[in-house]
């Protein structure tokens, strides 16, 4: 992969951070740091289960990818959350 392969997946990754914390349920306490980690992590993540089912790299837009990379984030926002905020909860006593 290129630089310029990485930079994208890092910007995108942002984007699918902040994408899966919007379709996660509930409110997180959160930084927005984790977020942004989390969607970075769902990118990479989301492509290659794509890629597994065989559903990316299609001409256009992969809208099942996105879908999917989505999807991973939202889980993984709401797992950050479920474990960071126990571990806040710990500090504010």
């Known amino acids: 992969m ?3 392969g990485i930079i994208s997946a890092i910007v995108v990754g942002l984007v699918i951070g902040v994408l899966g914390r919007l379709a996660a349920p509930g409110k997180q306490k959160i930084a927005i740091w984790l977020t942004l980690l989390v969607g970075i992590v ?11 089912l065989g559903y ?5 837009w992969d809208w099942l990818e996105l879908i ?4 991973v984030a ?3 926002v709401s797992l950050a959350a479920g474990i960071a905020g126990k571990n806040r909860k710990k500090v504010e006593r």
């Open 56 to 60: 990316a790299d299609t001409d256009g």
């Open 2 to 4: 290129e630089i310029s």
């Open 42 to 52: 769902a990118a990479f993540v989301g492509t290659a289960i794509a890629r597994g």
């Open 68 to 71: 999917t990379q989505v999807v």
């Open 74 to 76: 939202a889980v993984g």
